[in-house]
């Protein structure tokens, strides 16, 4: 799982999963285009800029902010081999509670910043025949439960897509695949679930790890697929 030579971009890079992520690619030798709201929320994270590190600052709800990200990344590195969809957000409330708000904000975020990058991305990835796309569900997308209906249909929405994408992609070199992690272990999430042992939780690292392997030649024969990684959970 050798990525020398390969540029991967990650979006939502300046969350705790983007900087393991982001870690586990650069060990590997990847050139990493990272992408969050804000140049100033990536250098908190990672420091400066490095050979194999670019940032942009992006708003991936906007199909242009999609595209001003894959001209930088081109720009910088002149391909992009991997595409991976960290963006997201969470918010509990009963369906029947829930605002309009809420249910803008957890679509955009969740849904529409993984369409509009991988939109983006995958002319390219076509032309250059291989490539892959690695989302970041959830295993509430698998079922709608009390408390969680928007998040969850939200998530659910990146599943359907990457069967779609999968579906029309394979056959073009290109690997489309999610993952479907259940809580992961944040210090955020440390501090809302006290009473919770974070053993339980999803590791960081481990995620990341089944990612890159997504990313892979070694997922190669792995299509469409939306893998639970639940921890002990």
Not at 24 to 39: K, M, N, T, Y
Not at 92 to 106: A, N, R, Y
Not at 127 to 149: L, W
Not at 194 to 201: E, I, L, N
């Amino acid at each position: 799982m050798e990525f020398d030579g390969r540029t991967v971009i990650v979006t939502g890079a300046s969350g705790h999963l983007g900087r393991a992520v982001a870690g586990a690619f650069a060990q590997r030798g990847a050139r990493l285009v990272l992408a969050a709201r804000s140049i100033e929320a990536l250098e908190a994270r990672f420091g400066a800029e490095a050979a194999a590190r670019a940032y942009v600052a992006a708003d991936l709800t906007k199909q242009a902010g999609a595209e001003a990200l894959v001209r930088a990344a081109l720009d910088r590195f002149g391909r992009i081999d991997v595409l991976c969809n960290l963006a997201g957000g969470f918010r509990m409330g009963d369906v029947h509670e829930s605002s309009d708000e809420t249910w803008d904000f957890l679509f955009d975020v969740n849904a529409r910043t993984m369409y509009c990058a991988s939109r983006a991305v995958a002319p390219h990835l076509l032309a250059q025949g291989s490539g892959a796309i690695v989302s970041v569900a959830a295993a509430a997308a698998q079922k709608g439960t009390a408390g969680m209906g928007l998040y969850s249909a939200s998530k659910a929405v990146v599943v359907r897509l990457t069967e779609a994408m999968s579906a029309e992609l394979r056959t073009h070199g290109i690997n489309v695949n999610c993952v479907l992690p259940t809580t992961l272990d944040t210090p955020e999430n440390r501090s809302a679930m006290p009473g919770v042992d974070p053993s339980r939780f999803v590791g960081l690292p481990d995620l990341a790890g089944i990612i890159v392997f997504l990313a892979s030649p070694a997922a190669r024969p792995i299509h469409g697929a939306a893998i639970p990684v639940t921890g002990l959970g």
